[in-house]
């Protein structure tokens, strides 16, 4: 089956507000659909999903043999008069969200966050490689972003695609008043960043296989 990679649409937003919540669950304030709704539309910013279609679901057997108590309650059954309340299902489970800016020659992660059920599956690497990639695209020369002290698992990412720690913020995070490690990127377009970038991506794909369709590449800023 394909994960397919492709820029986040309004109607990914529930779902990423869900994966925000499960990732960031101390943060204050949360992100709403207005203010991710917001983010879509600002030009200087990417958001990203990584997506898997839906089994397809067997439709209900209808049958004709009610029982007394089934009779009794379809014939008060809501959606006899007033239809279905929900929008059909989404079609493509979201997995994985991320999201950064570019501002100058600069490309600064802004969010990035894997499902607890999908996490150690190598999904939040390729959402890495995507941004990397996208970066290069828009001329960023560097990747930065900032991280908890405490997150150790997202700085064993960023540590392997050789990020390096260039400062801190004191008390960044408002909710436990944490400080936050400051990392960036050697340039993107330099050999030593390139031969790096190269063999993880390569690796990635031998060890996850290639079953990742990246829609999401190919944009300019408009
Ligand atoms: C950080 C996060 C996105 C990683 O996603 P993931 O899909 O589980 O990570 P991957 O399976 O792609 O792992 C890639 C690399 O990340 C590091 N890593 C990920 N999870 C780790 C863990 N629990 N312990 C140690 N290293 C870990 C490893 O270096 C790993 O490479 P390896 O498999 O060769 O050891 C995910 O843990 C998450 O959503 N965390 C909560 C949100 C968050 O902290 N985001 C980062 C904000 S700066």
Redesign the pocket.
């Known amino acids: 089956m394909n994960y397919i990679i492709r820029r986040m649409q309004d109607r990914d937003i529930p779902q990423a507000l869900e994966?925000d919540r499960?990732?960031?669950p101390t943060q204050w304030p949360h992100p709403t659909y207005a203010s991710i709704k917001q983010e879509l539309r600002n030009r200087l910013a990417r958001y990203l999903v990584i997506a898997k279609p839906r089994e397809l679901e067997t439709p209900k057997q209808k049958t004709d043999n009610k029982s007394f108590w089934e009779w009794l309650i379809h014939l008060f059954d809501h959606d006899r008069f007033f239809g279905e309340e929900l929008p059909p299902p989404p079609k493509e489970h979201i997995i994985?969200i991320a999201g950064f800016w570019v501002m100058v020659d600069e490309a600064h992660?802004t969010?990035?966050?894997?499902?607890?059920a999908?996490?150690?599956?190598?999904?939040?690497?390729?959402?890495?490689i995507a941004i990397v990639e996208m970066a290069a695209e828009l001329k960023a020369d560097v990747v930065t972003?900032?991280?908890?002290v405490s997150?150790?698992?997202?700085?064993?990412?960023?540590?392997?695609y050789s990020f390096q720690i260039v400062g801190t913020r004191r008390a960044y995070y408002t909710d436990n008043g944490e400080d936050a490690i400051l990392m960036t990127t050697d340039s993107l377009t330099s050999i030593a960043f390139q031969s790096h970038f190269q063999q993880l991506m390569q690796?990635?794909q031998m060890?996850?296989g290639e079953h990742y369709v990246n829609e999401a590449s190919h944009v300019t800023l408009l």
């Open positions: 994966i499960e990732a960031f994985g992660i969010t990035l966050a894997v499902r607890n999908y996490r150690r599956q190598g999904i939040g690497e390729r959402l890495l972003l900032e991280v908890r997150n150790k698992q997202a700085q064993a990412l960023y540590n392997k690796a990635h060890r996850w």
